[in-house]
């Protein structure tokens, strides 16, 4: 009813609220629902970071507090309940970095794994295993005591743990047993009896599985009915009682045959008198009987240690009926009854003594870092266990320790030390290839040392000191006076090498034995080219005494070599000369020349402007020239308007000639040209052709036609003069290179020795030869050189200090093994010294001896022990007074034990204690047997005698004999042979043995050895890691059984030597350098380029090539800068030749014409441009032109002369400024006339005439390395080029002359890396062998990595570990045979004995081997044992059921070790095995009396996962296990073939299961993929669509599922049935706002449905007719999907 009327509440309200949003008026007027609950509540954000100014539980932390609608979304504060709003802010504990240190996560155990069945509510059948859920607790909290804290605080530091993990559930693992044996004979040989068939079990069941089944089987049988009466009755036998004494005999006195049987002390008295009476014997007879009479007392064990009591036991035999009744005896007349006494032993248990005291700790110092010692207290043995004590415990207890007491010393302190390092080496890098391996002079750069390293102990001195301090305080007289300093103070150390001690002292890893270093690689000097030759000047200005002059150039040194520049070669050369001055004066320029008389024209002067020089070109005062020549003016032609107009004169060319000789003299030349012509003068191609043209015979004279001055010839438009006319004779200084330094006798310093490497103890000298050298001659006397630069021959230096050898002492010698343990092994021992420090600079040399060794002296018998077995005693019976009412007994034979002694005694057969055989011998040899007594009408015989010899091997036979003795010889039953054999015998042994190769071949091993340097160092490489060696293979031998032998047998040491070759590595090797490339430009810096490529791959580990290209092509390149000078190669342009007048003017020889020169592209050197080159190595664009057109002038008109240079432009080019050039008059024109313009000016525009100028800073080249140098520390450059701004490359000068910023490093040092191949350690010694037989034993040696490979270094050998087989040997063990059947004396049923033998069998040690008995001699050597349990049973009691006994048989072997798996995977649960007992039953009557049948597991090791599958077909279906055994149990019940609850095919898709209709479905949430055939593919997770609400954020849930329409529609029973994912109402029962949504659409549709309907059923109106009228229509615009729109 509730249900109805608020149903009908809620869809009035859904209605109402629909008509309200589709009339868009709808509003909110409530906040609270129908049913009152608040449609409102508070949301709060996460908790923020807690802040506060201290540490610690003073600070607060804030969160966000909003109001929200149920349906999600944020509304105003005022909407929800204030009272309720929960609290934005608290205070918390405010964490810092140093309270990691005090909390931490506390982890729980994990609990119990839980299904995830019981979760979900979900069961299904459990296949292989269950998907499980376990849980644990975290929680923070303080380290200290554990106290729990915030977990805020621990996940400041670590995220919390997780509290769940996913875990596997075993299914239920049922009982799982074999398949019955076959049915047993029936029980019966008539009449109705019962046969068996029995199972074991093989898996025990687990986890709830099914108990075990019956594992025996009856059903009756009746063979043949019975013929007579059927024996019922049947003799039993009891085991046998506890040993026990016999009772006391009564005394002496009141035994009447003591008389006749006195004490056996008495006896040996009166025995010992008669023997004195018979005469004394000689000393050696006595002391025989000395010997005989101890040997008697050790026999007779009168010691506790060795005391047996010999006791009797005793049975019962009883007459039973087949229904278990007991009857009388006489029911069994039939039967011959048994013994029923025994001797026996009497039990007696171990018996020691009490502990003795602790003795000393091993460890006698205080050092808490030196582990802790040991000490041991021990107990004797007081008497040895026998008839079956218990054992004897520990006899030695030990426990760790630390020394006690206030005067315990420090222990001894190990510490690594090395000795220094060994010269450097750049030979260890080199490659194979490289041509420097021939000459290894002059190598430099990166290379290898090398040190030794060993252990010494750093405090034996203050150990040392303590010791002999102690023993003085011991010895020091009683009135205790101590020394008045400290001990500890006191002590002075000498300064001295430590002994080395065994390096397995010294812990933690030992240091680097090889470092790289560095050979500074020298640096040759760089010079500047040659400097011009200077003026003749004295060579001492200050003493003119000689009027002879040098004229001097130079060149300076660039760099800054490693040997200084005095090493360097000559800088200054020197060529004499006549009229030397030490000033002049010198020409600056000329002054514009001057007509004289102050005419406009005509001849004049030029004076020079000058200024005074020294003989290095630099201006001084003009004083100092006072005696020099002043120059004279230069007589000079300024022309007339009429006269002949000549440019001026070029510069004076450079010299032809550097100097002079008698075939060469120094030319150098001016030249001028001609401008204009003079007036009137006809040319001479005028003049001839008006003489062709007149038809005259010779040619006219014009004197009319001449005017002013004329034109020079053309001899006189060129000037040379003479240059360098100096001879061709130079001279300079040459040095030898610097001698060793020498010690300077002139100071009185000491040489004293010192240990440091750069220590100095004197000023020494070094002196070098200086001579004059004449060039292309040879030495000349030294006058011939001018003194001045003249170089040092003498300079100090400072010798480095005498460095003495420095060596530790010797080690102590060697400890020797004994005799024992150095069977076979070389018995010697040595000792050595370490070298420190090398000697050098003249100090003591080492000594030669470094190693020495001794043989050790022969050792004394190593201390070895065994057992000494004694006689055995008479054979004691059970008393007579004890079985004298037996019927048959006889007092004097029977069957009885007998006892011997036993000692313990050294090798050299002296006694020892027993607990030394105990431990150190064999195993105890017994002390008792069992022994017989024959009665008279037994037979006796003697023992086997031993087996005749063989003839020949495996050829005859061998026999052995022994005879009756006495009486019964003539008794017939002791004549049956078949009873009592007198003979036995077997064929010979064959000793034919077999050898064959087995196992695989061992790796190829070289022979042992290293070569060293004679300094010491391990070179790299020098070990032999290839070339010939050997490789072995074992050889097994076999006997002709088969039967695994010695290998001494088949005459072979145990291997098969095979020579092999182990290849040797070759490095990558690569062509040598290229030449370098041209510059890649002609100006400005560009690179050069040089390459190696590849010339052959290295294989067998070899260096490695560098990186290759495409081309699998080593692409191996150096790159440099280079700079090429843009003045290096300049245009030269010669005068321009003479004009060449087109269109002539004959009155006044002048015209249009063309002037021609020639331009060449030189080379520019310090002397001027000297040869002529190809054009291309010259700017293109700065060519001078070779041809210009121009006009004549003519007479009278002005000449100006050739344009000057243009100015340049200012800097930055804006386009605003110009730039000019000029000209002068050489000739004025006549008067009224002027001259043209003599001055152009152009604007600077940028990149035509105005360019801007910065500098260009190139890439770093690859790292340079000198020319010996392999690797190491290199230098890398860069260039700097001069850009313009049109991106052309320019001179430098452009640069430097704005003075622009160089905040550039050129070069920089960088760093090759080297090629370091690896290192490896010496190879280990053989291990031993990994199996102490058998034929898969193996020795490995293994070598470590010293030095891993660097850079292109030879990478280390993969081969980090060798085997080689071991040599075969048996292997021998002991092993019982198996149990006989229980036998019981003469009667059917009872107790008795069953009994079993320990041999010695031999295998070949593999899992599969064969084991085959042989001798017990071999298994002489081995503890006697069976797999490891030394308590060897060889006979136990067993029961022989009466007939008609229902039993339990005996229990089955273990079953095989199994493991809880689940799909393949092992689970954490211990392997167990099991065995069992079935029951045997004999009559049917007897059933309900059997007893339950039995069975045990115990935890085991290595389990195995098996799986059981059901086999066969429909008409037969089994069970099967993995390893191939039929059973019963393991297949679940409900995979088997045929029954109705499967599937076929199984249902193994993840998340799916097999429903009750047979058909696989997913489990919730996932969705079936079906294939083609109807069959499950996968199942798929089905999408889920959230949508958050204030409430729940994951009810309301959007799902698509996918439905297979061929699948059966209804819920199947025992199945969770499909849910609605789209839920229409909220958790409170509101109707959800997309369900008003919905119906609005729903709504709206239907309103649009009905208008269209409407529509379309409607009558159309009649068109009315259409009117004009002249209004303005609107503008329609369609848009046409045009963005301008």
């Known amino acids: 009813m509730g249900l109805g009327v608020r149903g009908a509440r809620t869809a009035f309200l859904s209605l109402w609220r629909l008509i309200l949003l589709l009339c868009g008026i709808w509003s909110v007027c409530s906040q609270t629902t129908g049913d009152g609950k608040s449609l409102y509540f508070w949301e709060t954000g996460p908790w923020g970071r807690c802040m506060g100014s201290e540490c610690g539980p003073g600070g607060s932390q804030s969160r966000a507090v909003w109001c929200a609608h149920v349906e999600g979304w944020t509304t105003l504060p005022t909407n929800c309940l204030q009272s309720t709003r929960p609290a934005n802010q608290q205070s918390c504990f405010r964490v810092c970095d140093w309270h990691k240190d005090l909390y931490d996560w506390r982890r729980g155990a994990w609990n119990q794994c839980v299904p995830i069945s019981l979760r979900t509510g979900r069961t299904g059948v459990c296949l292989q295993g269950e998907e499980g859920i376990q849980t644990r607790g975290v929680n923070c909290a303080l380290s200290v005591d554990g106290s729990a804290a915030d977990d805020s605080i621990c996940e400041y530091f670590e995220p919390k743990p997780r509290q769940e993990q996913a875990c596997l559930i075993p299914c239920p693992q049922d009982c799982v047993v074999t398949e019955f044996t076959p049915w047993t004979m029936c029980s019966k040989t008539c009449g109705l009896g019962l046969q068996n068939r029995v199972r074991s079990i093989v898996a025990p069941p687990l986890f709830g599985g099914l108990s075990c089944p019956n594992l025996t089987e009856f059903q009756t049988c009746a063979p043949r009915a019975c013929e007579g009466r059927e024996t019922v009755f049947n003799l039993r036998v009891d085991g046998w009682s506890e040993c026990k004494l016999p009772p006391l005999p009564p005394p002496p006195s009141l035994t009447p045959t003591s008389s006749a049987n006195p004490a056996r002390t008495v006896r040996q008295a009166r025995r010992r008198k008669g023997k004195e009476r018979k005469g004394n014997r000689d000393p050696e007879m006595r002391e025989l009987i000395k010997n005989k009479r101890n040997r008697n007392r050790l026999t007779r064990l009168e010691d506790d240690l060795w005391y047996i009591e010999v006791g009797y036991q005793s049975r019962q035999v009883v007459c039973v009926h087949r229904n278990r009744s007991t009857v009388s005896l006489s029911q069994c007349p039939h039967w011959s009854l048994p013994e029923t006494y025994q001797s026996c032993l009497m039990p007696k248990d171990c018996v020691v003594s009490e502990w003795s005291k602790w003795g000393l700790c091993s460890k006698s110092c205080s050092d808490s870092s030196v582990p802790q010692g040991t000490r041991s207290r021990r107990r004797q043995l007081v008497r040895l266990p026998t008839g079956g004590g218990s054992e ?82 011991e010895g020091q007289s009683p009135n205790g006076q101590t020394p008045s300093v400290p001990p500890l103070l006191s002590i002075t150390f000498e300064i001295s090498a430590s002994q080395p001690v065994d390096v397995r002292l010294c812990k933690g890893t030992s240091p680097s034995t090889t470092q790289l270093c560095h050979i500074p690689c020298p640096v040759e000097c760089e010079l500047s080219p040659w400097g011009a030759w200077g003026l003749c000047t004295f060579e001492n200005c200050e003493e003119r005494v000689v009027k002879k002059g040098f004229k001097f150039r130079r060149r300076t040194i660039t760099n800054n070599p490693t040997a200084g520049e005095g090493n360097c070669p000559h800088l200054v050369e020197a060529i004499p000369c006549d009229d030397p001055f030490c000033f002049t004066w010198q020409l600056i320029k000329l002054e514009e020349c001057i007509p004289e008389e102050e005419m406009d024209c005509g001849e004049g002067t030029q004076n020079p402007q000058v200024r005074c020089v020294n003989s290095e070109g630099s201006e001084v005062e003009k004083e100092m020239c006072s005696d020099a020549v002043y120059p004279a003016p230069v007589p000079c032609m300024v022309p007339c308007p009429k006269d002949c ?47 062709v043209m007149e038809g005259l015979t010779r040619v006219p004279k014009f004197p009319e036609l001449y005017g002013g001055s004329g034109c020079p010839n053309t001899s006189a438009l060129q000037e040379v003069r003479n240059c360098n006319e100096h001879p061709c004779i130079v001279y300079h200084w040459q040095t030898g290179p610097w001698g060793q330094c020498v010690e300077d006798t002139t100071t009185s310093t000491l040489n004293t020795s010192s240990s440091a490497d750069k220590s100095t103890c004197t000023m020494g000298v070094q002196t070098r030869k200086v001579i004059c050298v004449k060039v292309n001659v040879g030495q000349v006397p030294p006058k011939k050189c001018p003194e001045a630069p003249r ?162 091997d495996c050829v005859g036979v061998r026999t052995r004999r022994r005879a009756l003795v006495g009486k019964s010889k003539k008794k017939d039953k002791c004549k049956n042979s078949q009873m009592y054999p007198l003979s036995e015998t077997q064929y010979c042994p064959c000793d034919k043995y077999n050898a064959q190769p087995v196992g695989n071949w061992s790796d190829c091993i070289l022979p042992q050895g290293r070569v060293e340097s004679a300094l010491g160092m391990k070179v790299q490489g020098d070990i032999k890691e290839c070339g010939e060696g050997y490789r072995y293979q074992a050889m097994v031998c076999y006997d002709q059984d088969n039967r695994l032998v010695e290998t001494s047998r088949c005459n072979s040491h145990g291997y098969i030597e095979e020579a092999c070759i182990v290849p040797c590595p070759s490095d990558c090797k690569l062509s040598e350098w290229s030449n370098w490339s041209r510059c890649s430009k002609s100006c400005g810096s560009g690179v050069k380029v040089r390459s190696k490529w590849l010339r052959e791959k290295p294989y067998n580990g070899g260096r490695p090539c560098p990186k290759l290209d495409h081309l699998n092509q080593v692409n191996v390149y150096e790159v440099v800068p280079c700079v090429s000078d843009c003045s290096q190669y300049i245009w030269v342009a010669e005068p321009w030749s003479v004009w060449k007048v087109s269109n002539v003017d004959l009155k006044e020889n002048c015209g249009e014409g063309v002037q021609t020169r020639r331009v060449r592209c030189m080379l520019n050197t310090v002397d001027g441009p000297s040869d002529g080159v190809e054009d291309y190595l010259c700017d293109p664009e700065e060519m001078p032109q070779g041809t210009r057109e121009s006009r004549l002038p003519c007479p009278e008109d002005c000449v100006l002369s050739d344009w000057s240079p243009w100015t340049p432009c200012d800097l930055p080019c804006s386009g605003r400024g110009d730039r000019e050039r000029t000209a002068f008059a050489l000739r004025l024109p006549k008067e009224g006339e002027d001259c043209p313009v003599s001055m152009q000016t152009e604007p600077c525009l940028l990149n035509r005439n105005c360019f801007h100028y910065s500098y260009n800073i190139t890439d770093w080249s690859t790292c340079q390395l000198s020319a010996n140098a392999v690797c190491g520390i290199g230098l890398k450059t860069r260039m700097l080029d001069c850009v313009r701004s049109d991106g052309k490359s320019v001179d430098l000068k452009y640069c430097e002359e704005l003075r622009l910023e160089k905040k550039w490093q050129m070069n920089a040092s960088c760093t090759v890396e080297c090629p370091i191949n690896c290192q490896l350690t010496d190879w280990s010694v053989w291990s031993d062998c990994s199996q102490t037989c058998g034929l898969e034993g193996k020795m490995w040696r293994r070598r470590a990595v010293v030095q891993a490979s660097q850079g292109d270094g030879r990478p280390c050998s993969s081969q980090m570990e060798q085997w080689k087989p071991c040599p075969v040997r048996p292997c021998y063990r002991w092993q019982y045979g198996p149990w006989s059947e229980c036998r019981v004396e003469e009667v059917v049923c009872g107790v008795g004995m069953r009994f079993r033998d320990l041999s010695c069998f031999v295998s070949d040690g593999s899992s599969d081997g064969k084991s085959s008995i042989v001798e017990e001699d071999l298994c002489a050597g081995l503890v006697p044992a069976v797999d490891g349990d030394k308590k060897i049973v060889l006979e136990e009691t067993c029961t022989l059921p009466c007939p008609g006994d229902c039993y339990l048989m005996e229990w089955s072997d273990w079953s095989p070790c199994q493991r809880v798996c689940v799909k393949g995977q092992r689970l954490d649960f211990t392997p167990v095995q099991v065995r069992s007992r079935a029951v045997i039953a004999q009559e049917p009557e007897n059933i309900a009396q059997c007893p339950d049948q039995e069975w045990q597991s115990r935890p085991c090791t290595n389990g195995e996962c098996y799986e059981y599958q059901w086999m066969g077909g429909p008409q037969l279906i089994w069970c099967q296990r993995s390893d191939g055994i039929n059973v019963t149990g393991g297949c679940p019940p409900a995979l088997l073939p045929g029954a109705d609850q499967s599937c076929d095919p199984l249902c193994n898709k993840p998340q799916s299961f097999c429903s009750e209709g047979a058909v696989c479905m997913c489990e919730e949430g996932y969705t079936e993929v079906l294939t083609a055939e109807g069959m499950l593919e996968q199942c798929t997770p089905i999408p889920v669509l959230e949508i958050p609400t204030a409430g729940d954020k994951k009810t309301d849930v959007k799902t698509s599922r996918a439905i297979n329409p061929t699948l059966i529609t209804t819920v199947q029973p025992g199945r969770v049935g499909r849910t609605w994912y789209l839920q229409p109402f909220g958790p409170d029962g509101t109707v959800k706002t997309w369900v008003y949504g919905v119906a609005a659409g729903a709504f709206v549709l239907l309103v649009f449905i009905v208008s269209m309907i409407y529509l379309a059923c409607k009558k159309p109106k009649k068109p009315q007719r259409r009117q004009n009228n002249n209004r303005l229509k609107p503008l329609t615009l369609a848009y046409d999907g045009d963005a301008d729109m």
Not at 646 to 652: F, I
Not at 654 to 676: D, P
């Open 392 to 473: 004897c415990p520990d006899l030695e207890e030990i426990q760790t320790c630390e020394p006690e007491g206030n005067g315990v010393p420090p222990c001894a302190i190990y510490a690594w030390r090395s000795t220094e390092w060994s010269e450097c080496r750049v030979d260890a890098l080199l490659s194979q290839q490289d041509r420097r391996r021939g000459n290894q002079t002059g190598l430099c750069g990166g290379g290898v040392q090398s040190r030794e390293v060993y252990c010494v102990q750093t405090n034996a001195e203050l150990l040392s000191y303590i010791n002999n301090n102690t023993g003085k305080q």
């Open 791 to 952: 170089p040092e021959s003498v300079r100090p230096c400072l010798l480095p200090c005498k460095r003495d050898c420095i060596m530790t002492p010797f080690s102590d010698w060697t400890e020797c093994p004994t005799s024992c343990e150095a069977a076979g092994l070389n018995n010697k021992q040595f000792r050595y010294r370490v070298v420190i420090q090398r000697p050098a600079n003249g100090g003591q040399e080492c000594p030669d001896v470094l190693y020495e060794e001794k043989e050790c002296a022969t050792p004394s018998v190593c201390p070895g022990y065994r057992w000494k077995m004694h006689k055995w005693r008479k054979c004691q019976l059970v008393p007579w007074s004890i079985r004298r009412d037996r019927k048959g007994a006889q007092e004097t034979c029977g069957a009885g034990v007998q006892t011997r002694a036993i000692s313990c005694r050294q090798l050299d057969g002296t006694v020892a204690d027993v607990v030394q055989c105990l431990k150190f011998a064999s195993s105890m040899p017994v002390m008792s047997q069992p022994c017989l007594l024959p009665c008279r009408d037994d037979c006796q015989l003697t023992n086997w005698s031993k087996f005749s010899p063989c003839n020949s």
């Open 645 to 691: 107009a000549l440019s001026l004169w070029t510069e004076w060319s450079t010299c032809s000639q550097t100097c002079s000789s008698k075939t060469a003299e120094g030319k150098k030349m001016r030249t001028r040209a001609i401008l204009a012509y003079n007036a009137g003068e006809v040319t001479s191609m005028v003049v001839a052709w008006i003489t």
